[in-house]
């Protein structure tokens, strides 16, 4: 319980102490809270306490729910703990690659369905008839540890994406505001938990105590692939071009993939053609879509 008022303390003390860091914007908006209130940092930040307070939820009573299935003792449990760490530390570096080939809700999104699953299996609740024994009792906490690798790492590159769309810069300014925003949210999952999964377990029991968990990982995972399928759609139905500098680096960190139009001057055209297209072309892009937008039409709107 002590463990658990220092985390809290720790989240709301480095609120405080990151409310006023600025990073450079062009605009005098550029402060944490215009950031922390933008709806996609709003999703992540709800999956990163979800996500938080599952695992320490998971850390507190598993070793209590193999007593339970198997007569285990703590040591015997322990080797759960070892096979989960070394699963989360191998596919760390894995869904790194998988952001930089996809992008950051992707990865939260398919590895908030992987640990909602885990949740439910590893219950299981009255309705899904499993009998569980040892080998998969292994078998879905290494599983879980690799998707809950995954659902953590993507936290800061989409944040830092979302950053750069709304004009900050990417310099110690901008990323201190995201760290703040991250350890925040994360040590206040930490302590809700176990404080809200304690009762819970209490009165439902451990099999349905991690079925609602299961629940709101796989809603995260629902929410963040209707985003995706959103900004696909934007996409594949507006034409423009990056009017920001700072949307080119959003781009690259949280949509790879993604390759916007631009205006490849002959060098043979004069200094005053070129100019002359690109105002063309920016009349153009303005009229057909009624506004100028950096990296999606819905980051303007928000």
Not at 280 to 292: G, L, P
Request: hydrophobic share 45%; with cysteine.
């Amino acid at each position: 319980m002590s463990m658990g008022g220092l985390l809290m303390i720790f989240a709301f003390g480095s609120l405080f102490v990151m409310k006023d860091l600025q990073g450079t914007m062009p605009s005098s908006a550029g402060s944490y809270f215009p950031l922390v209130l933008r709806p996609k940092v709003i999703m992540t930040m709800f999956h990163t306490l979800v996500a938080s307070a599952g695992f320490r939820f998971l850390e507190t009573y598993q070793t209590l729910d193999l007593h339970d299935k198997y007569g285990w003792a703590a040591n015997q449990s322990a080797w759960v703990y070892a096979a989960s760490a070394l699963s989360f530390v191998l596919t760390l570096f894995i869904w790194v690659k998988v952001q930089h080939w996809t992008s950051p809700a992707i990865v939260i999104s398919i590895c908030s369905f992987g640990i909602g699953i885990h949740y439910a299996m590893t219950g299981p609740p009255p309705f899904i008839p499993l009998i569980t024994k040892p080998w998969m009792t292994y078998l879905f906490y290494v599983l879980y540890t690799a998707f809950y690798s995954g659902a953590i790492t993507a936290i800061v590159p989409d944040v830092h994406g979302q950053a750069l769309v709304s004009g900050y810069s990417d310099d110690y300014g901008t990323n201190g505001i995201i760290s703040a925003i991250f350890h925040a949210t994360f040590d206040m999952g930490c302590v809700l938990g176990p404080a809200l999964g304690s009762p819970m377990q209490k009165e439902l029991g451990y099999a349905w105590t991690v079925f609602i968990w299961a629940s709101c990982n796989i809603f995260i995972g629902i929410l963040f692939i209707g985003r995706v399928i959103y900004e696909g759609i934007l996409r594949n139905h507006t034409s423009g071009f990056e009017v920001l500098e700072n949307s080119e680096k959003a781009r690259r960190t949280s949509f790879p993939l993604v390759e916007w139009p631009r205006i490849k001057p002959s060098s043979k055209q004069s200094q005053s053609e070129r100019t002359h297209l690109t105002e063309e072309t920016n009349k153009k892009s303005t009229s057909n879509n009624s506004f100028a937008y950096s990296r999606f039409p819905s980051d303007v709107n928000e």
